[in-house]
């Protein structure tokens, strides 16, 4: 199928995509889908204490499921006594990523129905394959379609997405055409590939002559796109994108003020993971919420105690074929004040910052931890830096690699983005800076602002 694609005319790999997306749309939107929107839609409006009421059900249900099912946690919990409520979740084992790897044969459910496959992202370098009950996969739709029908989207209305979708060809670079269009469902998907300077200009006049309702996807390609449109002053038609939907990365705030001012509409966040985490949603008012029908959320300190601002441990349970308890997802949160309550009629627990990976630090033996929000800032100031990324390969020395404009960029942007570095990791740590012309998404399309490369020698050292 790949070589018949590559060899048919544009118009024809339009036709396959839309082929392609409605077998796949009937997996998704098939079985219980309807069934979880209605219910999704009524809950909407459930008190605190219901919502807690439901995830101690569901949590119950879930755990005594995978037990049952999973020869890994059938032996991981075969000492215990009695049921764990969720109120004792802490007597349960973390299980991290290592952990999950190692065993995902045995973690994987024993049951007799045909199990959907879901692969993790590769930007760690380790992809990871888990698998999904059809029901899970329809629920999991449910859930971020009801969320993004706050918003007035559906299947259907007219989308710009840009994801880690592999579907250009030779002749698509030939004539500047760096997307591929759903005809059917009126999605257009952007290529992440080839976000470069020479092409973005198709990139914002396509966007504008496309005309979608809502975007959805990496935000690091939107802002590519973004700035690209605001240095070049190209006025992007009000009132046309109703929602922004970023997905798979984490997002800063300046992405958010620059992608927000040139499309000229809001940007609604999200929070989620190939493997099946639980949903955190953000809210009309711009407050992030936990989602208790989707699991449980603990936030944990270095000794693993309940804590304000920590790792992120989950359990979710719309992962029914590959269960995920107490999983040490790999990223940092930070939760709201108990009592305060968002005036958006959500009223699940709300996350003051989400802080994306772990790993999305750089870390100076003289200042500690630098997180990716302190990261972006560090272009305030500056003029002329169009794109960098940090990589850390040792505790005294990172590398950053600039992409910028000559015409604006100078020694004085040097000396201040120098400066703004210096702030945060301290005199000691040797920075290095590389000019380059381009700076190369991983392979699965993202573009990674920080590359830490020494988690291992963190961990050996804490």
Known sequence: MERIYKILPSFFQNIMISVFNFLAYRKR????????????FANRGLSRKELLQFQKRRFKIFLEEAKANSQFYSDLYKNMIGEIEIEHIQKLPIIDKETLRNNI??????????????????????????????????????????????????????????????LLVQNDLKKNRYWKTDYLHKVRYYSTFHIKQDYLKYYVEDLIKFQ?????????????I????????????????????????S??????????????????????????????FECIEGNLHLELQSGVFEVLDKNNKPANS??????????EATPLIRYDIGDSVVLEDSNKICSCGNNNPMV?????????????????????????????GTFGIQNFQVVQDELNRITIYLVVDKNSYSGVSESIFLKNW???????MDVKLIYKKSISVEASGKYRMVKNNIKKIMNDQT
């Open 422 to 428: 210096r702030e945060r990791v301290g005199n000691k």
């Open 212 to 224: 979608p309702e809502y975007m959805v996807g990496f935000p690091s390609t939107m802002l590519e």
């Open 251 to 280: 997002i800063t705030p300046l992405m958010r003020v620059k992608i927000e001012r040139f499309f000229k509409t809001k940007m609604y966040d999200q929070y989620a993971s190939s493997e099946g985490a639980p949903f955190i």
């Open 352 to 380: 003051k910052k989400i802080n994306g990976r772990i790993d999305d630090y750089v870390y100076s033996p003289e200042t500690g931890k630098i997180n990716l929000g302190n990261i972006s800032n560090t272009l305030k």
């Open 310 to 319: 920590g790792r992120l441990v989950v359990t979710s349970f719309t992962t």
């Open 29 to 40: 939107y098939g079985g219980k889908y309807k069934e979880y929107r209605k219910l999704f």
């Open 105 to 166: 044969g045995t973690i994987i459910v024993n049951k007799k129905e045909k199990l959907m496959v879901s692969k993790t992202g590769g930007t760690t370098g380790k992809s990871l394959e888990v698998k999904y009950r059809a029901i899970n996969m329809q629920e999991r739709f449910a859930m971020l379609d009801d969320f993004r029908s706050r918003f007035g989207y559906e299947l259907g209305k007219k989308t710009a997405w840009f994801s880690g979708k592999s």
């Open 226 to 249: 973004a700035n690209y449109g605001i240095k070049n002053k190209y006025n992007f038609p009000s009132g046309i994108i109703k929602a922004i939907f970023p997905t798979a990365e």
